[in-house]
Structure formats: structure tokens, C-alpha cells
């Protein structure tokens, strides 16, 4: 196949994936599956537009508009938290290495290489 599999018609697109980012949050000792979403280049830039050059804004920022569920931008969620806004209650929300998990895993749904991460 030549230049066609460029074409948009041909494209895979990636769609929504779960991931178990910790079991803390599973009520009954089940498991509470976060869905994450990719995203575009263009919506890439216009949170690093928004962010300036802030890195740690902008990490927060990304991972946040990449939480399809639970939803971050909920009041009442936010409102258990004592946290206004979708990053800050990401950061409230996650201990450390879940955290880093929910960013390696963005990672790959965006293309990167996010590590291992296992997507349900």
C-alpha cells in the first residue's frame, strides 16, 4: 500500500482504554478501573499554550483532560476532596505511584512508551 494508508478513511484510531491504577478506591474488594482517553496534538498544544511553561502545570493538566472516569470535573467528587479543579484533585486523589502510574499510562495511549502498563 503507498501514501493511501495515510489517508483518513485508513486510519486506526485509538479509542478509550481502562487501567487499574490502584485498589484503594474499589469498594467490597473489588476493582475500580479508571478510563482514560488519548488525545490530540492540537489539544496537546492548547494545554501547553494554556500552562506556559510551566512542566508540572502542564503534567497535571494533560493527565486530567485524559480522565474519562472517574470524572474529575464533578462537584461533588471535588467537593469530598476539598479540592477545586480537576488536577488539583488528581493530585489529592492519587498516592505518589499511582500517580506515576495514571502518567506512564497516558503516555502510551498517546504513542509513547509509557513502560508496562497493563490496560483491561
Known amino acids: 500500500m503507498g501514501q493511501e494508508c495515510f489517508y483518513r478513511e485508513n486510519r486506526k ?10 485498589e484503594r478506591l ?9 478510563r482514560i482517553r488519548p488525545m490530540s496534538q492540537r489539544e496537546n498544544e492548547d494545554i ?27 462537584a461533588k467528587l471535588q467537593n469530598s476532596y ?14 505518589a505511584g499511582e500517580y506515576d502510574r495514571l502518567r506512564m499510562a497516558v503516555e502510551e495511549i498517546n504513542g ?8 483491561i
Open 26 to 34: 474499589a469498594q467490597d474488594g473489588g476493582q475500580m478501573l479508571w
Open 48 to 74: 501547553w499554550r494554556r500552562c506556559g511553561e510551566d512542566e508540572k502545570r502542564y503534567e497535571g493538566a494533560v493527565l486530567a483532560e485524559s480522565v474519562v472516569f472517574p470524572d474529575l470535573r464533578d
Open 112 to 119: 509513547g512508551d509509557g513502560g508496562c502498563i497493563d490496560f
Open 13 to 22: 484510531d485509538r479509542g478509550e482504554r481502562e487501567v487499574l491504577l490502584t
Open 82 to 95: 476539598g479540592m477545586a479543579g480537576a488536577e488539583r484533585l488528581l493530585g489529592r486523589l492519587l498516592l
